[in-house]
């Protein structure tokens, strides 16, 4: 993946890192001259570490579940408040009143701060003797992490031209199936050697040593820089009327939203339940399970995500609806997949297959619905838009997917039995035809509902 840029500089030294307002006092706002593209791909990929940071942080519980049932006598309904509600109370809750501040202080400091927060109360989380202080733990690390992930959208945005856009953000969203599968294999071999306890000090200490290298090395750009924005126009602060009126105007954004949020109901659904499944229907041990789920996240996720981000780039910009045409066919492509997986009788590479091409396709969407969020409204409302987007992806995705999965699976076990999971998840590839069905309606306004770049 090649990050490059034929644009000249457009002002002395650096074109669009620029000291502005939002810089820090006493410090350069831009690095040295002709330097901006191997310095834009260094925040990239320091952020991508950061998110990657995130995603552990937030998966790792599931994977620990068990000796912390066994050492503090747990119920399953306590730990279910601790894998969700607990963490998205708050994420979810606290995302937009973050998303609107940081349209207006500096983005950096805001995603510092939300990084060394979670990774404290991650630390936190394995010093707990108690039901009551590890929810605790976790309703730190999801005001945290409510932090960490607009302002990044934002940030980005601002260091790439729309032409690398959907690469970028793209690139940054890796940290979902690298997190997810790191989270998974980092949490069970440390639970194992050590203790659980040691997974999260040992993961939190992580994230705390990466805060203060984002804080002395990343500079906060000027907002819009890359794009056809008067300076006016973009360094003054939205009111939070402005903002309504220009969001409520942008159909599109809302059926991107809520359609990425019908696909994350199966994302964090299947995140869930699939070791389950695996070990139901195919016999695997927890270990195994882990193994297998995390080769699926790493070879098929990745790929799919940098794939579907490479080529909406190339193509998207001459036709902006394919930003939303792309993810709609690669949720209509899963279905087919799942349909035979799930009723495979046993693990073999041809089972392994038709699992892997589905894990690739349902993140096909995070680049191109991303970038097309950040192009829907204009650079001082680019955080804002992210965290409302966020908060609907994730009011879906975390709120539901994992309870509509295993809520039905339980009402099935009457007529299904052993086999209830299989037949709740092939039930549940509905919700990829709603995304894939808003998403195409998505596609018939974004050509008009983008801003000009």
Same mark, same amino acid.
Request: net charge negative.
């Given at each position: 993946m090649e990050f490059e840029s034929s644009e000249e500089p457009r002002t002395a030294g650096n074109p669009r890192v620029s000291r502005g307002a939002d810089s820090p006092p006493g410090r350069p706002g831009r690095p040295r001259p002709g330097n901006h593209r191997s310095y834009a791909v260094y925040v990239l990929v320091l952020?991508?570490?950061?998110?990657t940071s995130n995603f552990i942080d937030r998966i790792v519980l599931g994977i620990l579940a068990a000796p912390i049932k066994a050492e503090l006598h747990l119920t399953d309904t306590q730990l279910g408040?601790?894998?969700?509600?607990?963490?998205?109370?708050?994420?979810?809750?606290?995302g937009i009143p973050i998303g609107w501040l940081a349209d207006r202080v500096n983005r950096v400091w805001i995603i510092t701060a939300a990084l060394t927060c979670w990774s404290l109360f991650t630390a936190a989380t394995g010093m707990a003797h108690r039901f009551a202080t590890l929810f605790a733990a976790r309703?730190?690390?999801?005001?945290?992490? !409510?932090?960490g992930v607009? %302002?990044?959208? *934002?940030?980005l945005a601002d260091y790439f031209p729309a032409t690398m856009r959907a690469r970028a953000l793209g690139f940054y969203s890796l940290a979902i199936p690298i997190g997810s599968a790191l989270g998974y294999l980092f949490g069970g071999y440390l639970a194992t050697t050590y203790s659980w306890r040691t997974a999260f000090v040992f993961l939190g200490a992580v994230g705390?040593?990466?805060?203060p290298v984002l804080a002395l090395t990343v500079r906060e750009p000027v907002r819009g !820089?890359?794009?056809?924005? %008067?300076?006016? *126009?973009?360094?003054?602060?939205?009111t939070l009327r402005e903002a309504w009126r220009q969001l409520s105007g942008k159909r599109s954004f809302w059926l991107l939203s809520i359609g990425a949020g019908c696909g994350s109901i199966m994302g964090y659904g299947l995140l869930f339940w699939l070791p389950s499944l695996f070990m139901r229907s195919y016999g695997l041990t927890l270990g195994q399970s882990a193994h297998l789920l995390g080769a699926l996240l790493l070879l098929g996720g990745v790929p799919g995500i940098l794939l579907g981000s490479a080529w909406v780039d190339r193509a998207g910009m001459r036709n902006p609806r394919l930003y939303a045409l792309v993810p709609a066919g690669a949720f209509v492509c899963i279905l087919p997949c799942y349909a035979w997986a799930i009723f495979m009788t046993s693990l073999t590479p041809g089972t392994f297959v038709l699992f892997l091409i589905p894990s690739a396709l349902q993140l096909v969407w995070l680049g191109p619905v991303i970038t097309a969020i950040q192009q829907l409204v204009p650079p001082n409302l680019r955080a804002l838009a992210s965290a409302l987007f966020l908060f609907i992806n994730n009011l879906l995705g975390l709120g539901l997917g994992a309870l509509i999965i295993g809520g039905v699976s339980d009402l099935l076990t009457a007529s299904f039995g052993g086999a209830s999971l299989r037949y709740s998840i092939l039930g549940g590839t509905v919700f990829y035809v709603l995304a894939a069905t808003l998403f195409a309606l998505a596609s018939r306004r974004l050509a008009?509902?983008?801003?000009?770049?």
């Open positions: 952020l991508t570490l950061v998110y408040l601790l894998g969700g509600t607990a963490f998205a109370l708050f994420y979810t809750a606290l309703l730190g690390v999801g005001v945290g992490e !409510a932090g607009a %302002p990044a959208y *934002a940030l705390i040593a990466l805060a !820089a890359n794009d056809t924005v %008067p300076p006016a *126009a973009r360094e003054r602060s939205a008009e509902e983008f801003e000009p770049i």
